[in-house]
């Protein structure tokens, strides 16, 4: 019965007492409210929900969700999250960090987070730049920006998010725009039904330290973002421009004549990681960036199969017997009279 | 052929790190405890697996007391010394007692190897053993002869010499080769041709003693006494495994460990990753911070939560030892120390980190500390550890060392069902629940497991409310919390029991230890009351909170001495905290205390009370 009941939340059952401290107009509030009402329509258990962050703006996440939560420390998230959930694999255990703490310092977490194939739902919050520790450029930041730490411009290259997270083995991939709270919505509720590793990029706007670097995405929905469909082309401008590949793999624009989209890239989302890699590479300001889901599969998930193995162990050895450990190797016994018989 | 009577007998087999001389020692280890002798081990390798073959560095050793009597130590000095090669020679002739044993394999001795070890004329055949017993053997060739016939190639055969050495020992201590040649076959059943070859090898070298008229004496230990019960032998690292298990298991809770590949502490994560039938989880995390991030995340949602490494490891896991400090979870975090600082001396032993298990993080971050004193002691630190972290909600720091992880002693089976429980219940009611609100006896936060509905709450790294656990940046909020983190840590003294004190509660000279320097200290302060002399030992099992009974004797001694493989860091924390001179006894060559230096040291203090009295 309790299968069949959904437990009926609103988004206010998710918000707790506490002051949200982040600046005014920053992206992070939209986020929030998605994910608070998302939630609450998908009717998690909140005892059985927890947030796990690392450090940075995004990261005081956990203390505005009224489920168990755990602000941890810079970089770090992924390994508790990873700890948790492979010690308690019937919790729902979101990630939540940022570009600084999931690429930078934590770069090394998330890769391996990502390879096991770990249960966890990790929201990696974009806004390309440090914003807490003030404005230093951030792993996503683009060549030339000019920050504190950078005064005449960055120039180091940014990494691509999306492409890390394919090669590293994410198996649940998708991008989103920090207001569009719609596509956010069912990006959300897919994620919360995959099985496995799961990496939602956000385009978050930092109103102080980094405001309007999406602009070009965002202030143009339409023209500037491939909204993904499974199973249907790559268009965009009302349908009236789609990508095709030329010579060599290479992604190119072309105009949608009559509605004849048969050159064009039939989006897969289960389609191979070569494909998912291309989507990746189609970033601003070449390209008009695609949104939704880029890639998905199946593969078993790294609690499941390290609580299996415990599990075959305890069918093939029997229940561990402590008696029998402490007594296994080479054993005597001394007798009372000072003789010694093997026990071995 | 005599047969002569000894109390107790320390051998070192030496070789190239390829020769098998850890397999050798630990083989002869265990012949010695079936016979019934007391046995420690010491085993001593380079952190090369394989050095090049012949040279000084590449040298591995294994050293075996083994005795009628009880005994604490590896021995300080050989009087058996077997030497696979000339580099073996070189570097351990020098610790070989006056008028010892000798036994080279001649074979080696071949200028090719002479030169890598430095020697410029064949030291078998000049006068500068003159005053050790030697016996050259050439192991080599009769180890080929031996093997004549076999399919293995010669590279192969060439691998089995250290049976021939092993096979000579035997003969010469009267040791039963049954049992051996059984544990051969098992150990080399998956690959028959090399069993059955080192077998014969083995048998070779036991039939070369009977034969060969260059051994006048057999030798026999006889077996010690010891109290009724189950035996078994067991290193350190061997050890802590098993009090892990049995500590998760006396909790009713499951046992999550993990860790990253360090040396000397990988061992621990191997025994534990066979133990799954007990329902314990392993995972090799793919750094050490992530080792420890995994274990408090583990610990978050209610598991016994465990990792371990040695000291670089631990240096990494610092900031996040914090976290679990001010999220005030249950941990443990074992640091197998080897000589530092940085990579240092990673097969080494050293008790240099006891500072940074103390201090070594950012913050007032006090953390309960225990050490363990020998092989087998490290199973009740692991069970104590356990029951400490989930009784004060804090991470504890237990200490072990390479010599100790390594080592082997004979272990009485400990009385599982003798251990009292400490069964772990969580709080599920949601009536009155604050994060930090504290048990007033042990000041210890309610551990609320995820799943728990009504309880939901959020805690991190920031500073929070002393009870809400809401972000605070109160002054007055955040010392109040220092405080009570500090005065937490404190209480945990009263869960010590008595002072493990040897001697007289006052008298001449005090020597304080810890860690895995109980053996030498121990035979070295009975060798010197046996004197009449009035020294007294006392061993501190935990270095956090200090112990305060020491304040009852620490003041009725002439002389303080606080002896530690490092340049003095508990030595430090007493002189801080009672105010009083004490001396140092410290060693860092990477190997533990000779008794012989204990007792030295002693009686350089007792001259100066005569001088002064």
Known sequence: MSEAVKIKLSKKDLETDQDVRWCPGCGDYAILATVQRSLASLGIKRENTVFVSGIGCSSRFPYYMNTYGFHTIHGRAPTLASGLHITRPDLDVWVITGDGDGLSIGGNHMIHALRRNMDLKIILFNNQIYGLTKGQYSPTSAVGTRAPSTPTGSID?????????????????????????????????????????????????????????????????????????????????????????????????????????SQLVVHSEQGSPLYAHLLAGLVQPSFPMPMGVLYRTDKPTYEALANQQVTDAIAKQGKGDLGKLMSSGMVWEVCADGSRKDRS | METKELERVVIRFTGDSGDGMQLTGGEFAKAAAEAGNDISTFPDFPAEIRAPAGSLFGVSGFQLHFSSSEIYTPGDA??????????????????LVDGGTLIVNSGAFIEANLKKAGYTENPLEGTGLQKYKVHSVDINHLTNTALDGSELTTKEKGRAKNFFALGLVFWMYGRETEAEIRRIYAQFAK????????????????????????????????AATFAPGLYRNITGNEAIALGLVVGAELAGKKLFYSGYPITPASSILHSLAKYKNFGTLTFQAEDEIAAIGAAIGA??????????????????????????????????????????????????TEQSDLAQAVYGRNGESPIPVIAAKSPGDTFYCAVEAVKIATRYMCPVMLLSDGYIANGSEPWPLPDIAAIPRFDITHRTDPDGYFVYQ??????????????????????????????????????????????????????????????????????????????????????????LQRQGKKVTHVHLRWLSPLEPKL???????????????????????????????????????????????????????????????
């Open chain 1, 157 to 261: 290259h940014p990494l691509n998010p999306i492409s890390l997270v394919l090669g590293a083995g994410a198996t649940f991939v998708a991008r989103c725009a920090d207001t569009d709270a719609k596509l956010l919505a069912s990006i959300l509720e897919r994620a919360y039904h995959h099985k496995g590793a799961v990496l939602i990029e956000i385009l978050q706007n930092c109103p102080v330290f980094n405001d309007g670097v999406w602009e070009g995405v965002k202030d143009d929905p339409k023209g500037r973002q491939i909204v993904l469909q499974d199973g249907k082309p790559l268009v965009f401008a009302d349908g009236t421009k789609g990508i095709k590949l030329g010579a060599g793999l290479v992604p190119e624009i072309v105009d949608v004549v009559d509605g004849d989209t």
């Open chain 2, 78 to 95: 050989p009087d058996v010394l077997v030497c696979m090669n000339p580099a073996a020679l070189k570097t351990n002739l020098k610790d």
């Open chain 2, 191 to 222: 690959k028959p041709g090399y069993g059955e070859a080192n077998v014969k090898v083995f048998k070779a070298g036991y039939h070369y003693g009977e034969t060969a008229e260059v051994f006048q004496t057999v030798y026999k230990v006889p």
């Open chain 2, 299 to 348: 610990a978050y949602g209610g598991a016994i939560a465990v990792t371990a490494s040695s000291g670089p490891g631990i240096a990494l896991k610092g900031e996040a030892i914090g976290l679990g400090v001010m999220t005030e979870l249950p941990l443990v975090i074992i640091n197998v120390q080897r000589g530092g600082p940085s990579t240092g001396l990673p097969t080494k």
């Open chain 2, 438 to 527: 504290r048990d007033p006896e042990t000041l210890a936060r309610e551990w609320v497991i995820p799943g728990t509905p009504g309880l939901e709450h959020r805690i991190g790294g920031i500073e929070k409310d002393a009870l809400t656990g809401n972000i605070s940046y109160a002054p007055e909020n955040h010392e109040k919390q220092t405080h009570v983190r500090q005065a937490k840590i404190d209480r945990i003294a009263q869960e010590f029991g008595e002072l493990d004190l040897y001697g007289e509660t006052s008298g001449d000279v005090l020597v304080i230890g810890w860690g895995g320097t109980f053996g030498s200290l121990r035979q070295a302060t009975q060798v």
């Open chain 2, 551 to 613: 304040a009852s004797v620490i003041r009725n001694f002439k002389h303080v001495m606080c002896a530690e493989l490092n340049l003095g860091q508990l030595r430090q924390m007493i002189r801080a905290q009672y105010l009083i001179d004490v001396v140092g006894l410290n060693k860092v060559q990477g190997l533990p205390f000779m008794v012989r230096e204990v007792t030295a040291a002693v009686d350089n203090l007792l001259s100066n009370v005569k001088a002064s009295s």
